[in-house]
């Protein structure tokens, strides 16, 4: 019995259709998914090692010539092309010239070792055969130790045993040559020659198979990576835009401080400049015998003249200090000198109406002074103009075990807060209906910069009447 159902011309003949139908397959399914010029090197590859078994089998039909040395030369250049195919998978694809060059190089020698002894020819040509099939084999695992590596490892399988058959060809060569007997072209169906022939068929469809599921996978892990890049392209579009909002946020918070300072400042100065002038022409109109008149109109321009201090530094912490992206760094600072500095700020005449009380053992604490002196005086500020002119005005100041900081209570008798304003009582604009000057900006800083310092500001109603504000300041180990 045959060892092939077929003749080997008819095998080698379909052999060849089927490296053609496979490439012009491969290159149907990858082109809408792959590379082209990687396609195109592997399908090309693939076409030119069918022409070779077309040749091969055209043996007996045409000059040897044309069914020896030329397909072997151009299944060789084949080879050649998928290597250059695997060196671009693998994101090598200046490789090509090296290839290109060592193929050249194997059909030099192939056609130098025919012209020295023919017999050399078939071993030799085996021997070049096998290099290319076990390079190609071997490049083909090294793309395998990718992610795309499943599709890799069936043409690494695929193109080793194609390797072997030619290595065992080389050896019945061999074999031949050392018993003196000259191998002449033949295509006479030896189990060498089958298993050959076996190989291509293997490396032919599996070979392509893999690399269907190779050029696949590297689709997809393509797309994925695009998908992410996408998505970090978004995640950092929606920053950027995040970031310009914020930008033009704070841009339209400072122009609308400028406009508040411009407002809180002019008026006032306007008013505290009559008051001046007023008690400048009392004193020259032989009114110094009324020195009471006097004296009133002098304290109200002084009165006027420290709101608009006040709004001048609450207006000038919201815009720079409280906007600013940099960190705080705050200092250890005496707390009662925090605590005379903030009723140091206070209208001298109301400044008595503040009683204090200490229970806290902390005589420093980690601050920005500065800050923390604005905040206070706010809500001592607030506190005085809110409440009847006749009441007390609680200042404690007391420790907090859990979680560890110093509090400042601040306590009055006012009338308290409206229920409306009581969830934005710390945003900017908040204001009641009290009928008293100003742009809900005082608690609005107090808010602010306790959460730069990481503490808190809060507020309850008082017992039988008024508000308690308590900042609470962490306190570091």
Same mark, same amino acid.
């Given at each position: 019995m045959p060892l092939v159902p077929l003749d080997t011309h008819t095998a080698l003949y379909l052999l060849g259709v089927v490296y053609l139908l496979m490439s012009g397959l491969v290159w149907m399914i990858l082109r809408p998914h792959h590379?082209? +010029?990687? *396609?195109? &090197?592997?399908?090309g590859g693939g076409v030119i090692i069918g022409t070779t078994y077309l040749l091969?089998?055209?043996?007996?039909? *045409?000059?040897?010539?044309?069914?020896? &040395?030329?397909?072997v030369a151009v299944g060789l250049f084949g080879l050649g092309l998928r290597i250059c195919a695997l060196f671009r998978e693998s994101g090598r694809s200046h490789r090509w010239r090296l290839v290109m060059l060592v193929t050249t190089l194997a059909i030099l020698s192939i056609m130098l070792s025919g012209a020295i002894d023919p +017999?050399?020819?078939?071993?030799? *040509?085996?021997l070049m055969m096998a290099s290319a099939a076990g390079w190609l084999a071997l490049l083909a695992r090294e793309v395998g130790?990718?992610?795309?590596?499943r599709g890799a490892e069936l043409i690494t399988v695929s193109y080793v045993f194609f390797a072997l058959t030619y290595l065992l060809r080389l050896a019945v060569g061999l074999l031949g040559y050392s018993r003196g007997s000259h191998l002449a072209?033949?295509?006479?169906?030896?189990?060498d020659l089958v298993l050959v022939m076996a190989g291509g068929l293997v490396a032919g469809i599996f070979g392509n198979v893999g690399y269907v599921g190779l050029a696949l996978e590297s689709a997809r892990i393509r797309r994925e990576a695009q998908a992410r890049a996408l998505q970090q392209e978004q995640i950092q579009r929606g920053a950027a835009e995040a970031r310009a909002a914020a930008l033009a946020e704070r841009l339209a918070e400072r122009e609308e401080f400028v406009r508040v300072l411009a407002h809180e400042v002019r008026q006032p100065l306007n008013n505290a400049s009559a008051a001046l002038q007023s008690a400048d022409a009392a004193l020259h109109a032989d009114a110094l015998a009324d020195r009471g008149e006097v004296q009133e109109r002098l304290q109200r321009a002084q009165k006027v003249i420290g709101h608009i201090v006040g709004a001048i530094d609450n207006t000038l912490a919201a815009t720079t200090v409280l906007a600013s992206q940099q960190p705080l760094a705050p200092r250890d600072a005496d707390v009662d000198m925090l605590i005379e500095l903030s009723l140091g700020d206070l209208?001298?005449?109301?400044?008595?109406?503040?009683?204090?009380?200490?229970s806290s053992h902390a005589r420093t604490a980690a601050m920005d002074i500065g800050l923390m002196r604005l905040a206070l005086r706010n809500l001592l500020a607030n506190a005085l103009a809110y409440?009847?002119?006749?009441?007390?005005v609680m200042l404690q100041v007391s420790d907090s075990d859990e979680p560890l900081g110093l509090v400042f209570e601040v306590r009055d008798e006012g009338p308290g807060v409206a229920q409306d304003v009581r969830e934005r009582l710390?945003?900017?604009g908040a204001r009641g209906n009290h009928g008293l000057p100003g742009h809900g900006l005082g608690l609005y800083v107090v808010h602010q910069i306790m959460l730069r310092h990481g503490g808190q500001v809060s507020w309850a109603p008082n017992e039988p009447r008024g508000s308690v504000f308590r900042l609470w300041l962490p306190l570091v180990d």
């Open positions: 590379d082209a +010029a990687a *396609i195109g &090197l592997w399908c091969f089998s055209m043996r007996g039909a *045409i000059p040897v010539f044309w069914t020896t &040395l030329v397909p +017999a050399w020819r078939r071993p030799v *040509i085996s130790r990718q992610p795309n590596g072209p033949t295509l006479a169906p030896t189990l209208d001298p005449r109301q400044r008595a109406r503040v009683h204090r009380e200490r409440s009847p002119p006749d009441s007390p710390f945003e900017r």
